[in-house]
């Protein structure tokens, strides 16, 4: 027999595949209800709106990451280490057939105002990259890591962005050497390769 996840997680997974293969506006409540095969005051008792729905969708992306994150520490690597794991993955990301563009970006994007709870989760995956960056740079003795924490985190918007509109194969060589140059000019030192 086989035994179906819970009903919450269900519906988690259906709202995943499907903001993923779609975008999150165009994808209606009704249809992560039919694809996780729910009723809807079984939905709404997991979910009080789509919106935190949504909420739940980013914050378990950021639950990966976070994970990916910790686990890439846990294996000792050096800080330069860290930042070219988080580099390549992003260029492996922005390379994937069907790729769609960053799911923060687009979710700030489909949610503009500034109150929504929806833009909270976004602002809470981008106050933790950025702390993770800036934290990774630090050990690297950059000055001013935030400064330059900021400046590698418009590249990798800009990488997502290229891997959706544009050619993605070289994604990750670009993130690599442009990140490197930031870091260095940033350092005042060449890192270690």
């Known amino acids: 027999m086989n035994a179906q996840p ?3 997680e269900r519906i988690l997974a259906s ?6 293969a779609d975008s999150i506006r165009s994808v209606s409540a009704d249809k992560v209800i039919a694809d996780a095969g729910t009723t809807k005051v079984t939905f709404y008792r997991h979910f009080g709106s789509k919106e935190h729905l949504v909420v739940a969708y980013l914050e378990n992306q950021l639950e990966q990451l976070r994970t990916a994150v910790d ?9 330069c280490s860290v930042l070219l794991a988080l580099a390549a993955a992003n260029g492996s990301a922005a390379c994937r057939p069907g790729f769609r563009g ?3 970006i687009n979710a700030a994007a489909e949610y503009p105002a500034a109150d929504n709870v929806v833009r909270a989760a976004v602002e809470r995956y981008r106050a933790w990259l950025h702390s993770v960056v800036t934290k990774l740079l630090s050990e690297l003795g950059v000055e001013q ?12 918007d800009g990488a997502m962005v290229q891997g959706y509109l544009g050619d ?18 940033g350092a005042g030192a060449a890192l270690p390769t």
């Open 6 to 8: 819970p009903v919450r």
């Open 145 to 156: 890591p935030g400064i330059v924490a900021d400046q590698l985190i418009m590249l990798r």
């Open 102 to 104: 960053c799911t923060f």
């Open 168 to 185: 993605p194969t070289a994604i990750t060589e670009s993130l690599i050497t442009t990140g490197r140059a930031i870091i260095t000019a």
């Open 15 to 20: 709202a995943t595949r499907l903001f993923d």
């Open 71 to 79: 686990r890439e520490r846990a294996a000792g690597p050096d800080a």
